[in-house]
């Protein structure tokens, strides 16, 4: 739903704990500038907890046409069940999904946070369950996912395939060269998406 219907939480992390922030990036639109952003994603430092349920409501925030209106016109994501646009999403993941939340603090029952933790168990369920129900939602609405594990453990790349919209769209990798090799293979897979339409 638009965030004028439904409000996107704030993070109520106090300030001495940088792990518990959210990133300090800008979300950035739609775009087929892939120098910049290249740029940008070099310029990212790995730090944090890891919320992926967070990061998969925000894939899906920028291919969704209500969310549109926050972005420049070039931008705006164009309308579902549109033959002429591919809607994809690729989550990259450690596969923790160890944070919750609870009236926008980081939950008693999430498995980091330690002081910054707010004295009730997350609100929406565990992540897990979250982003099921999420990859479940999207993949309704025609958006194609991508998973993409990296150095994660069985049980999260079972959640990482049945998230992703089969079983030849979900990756595993151990190291930086398996990475690359993910995304070419998504490269390679969404250009054939595309000269299949």
Not at 58 to 81: C, E, H, I
Not at 163 to 169: D, E, G, K, Q
Request: proline content about 5%; hydrophobic content about 35%.
């Amino acid at each position: 739903m638009a965030p004028s219907v439904s409000y996107v939480g704030r993070n109520y992390a106090r300030h001495n704990n940088a792990n518990a922030m959210c990133p300090s990036s800008p979300i950035e639109p739609l775009t087929i500038d892939a120098d910049m952003l290249q740029t940008r994603i070099s310029a990212m430092t790995a730090s944090g907890y890891t919320a992926g349920h967070i990061g998969l409501e925000w894939g899906w925030y920028m291919v969704a046409p209500d969310f549109g209106y926050l972005f420049p016109a070039d931008s705006r994501p164009g309308p579902y069940g549109d033959r002429e646009t591919l809607k994809i999403v690729v989550l990259m993941t450690d596969g923790e999904f160890n944070t919750g939340f609870c009236q926008d603090v980081t939950s008693s029952n999430s498995g980091m946070g330690g002081s910054e933790r707010i004295n009730c168990g997350w609100t929406n369920g565990h992540p897990n369950d979250q982003t099921a129900a999420l990859c479940t939602a999207m993949k309704a609405r025609g958006v194609v996912v991508y998973t993409v594990g990296f150095q994660v453990g069985s049980s999260q790349m079972t959640m990482l395939r049945n998230c992703a919209t089969s079983s030849n769209h979900a990756y595993q990798s151990s190291n930086g060269a398996q990475l690359r090799a993910a995304f070419q293979a998504i490269a390679a897979s969404i250009t054939q998406l595309r000269l299949t339409r």
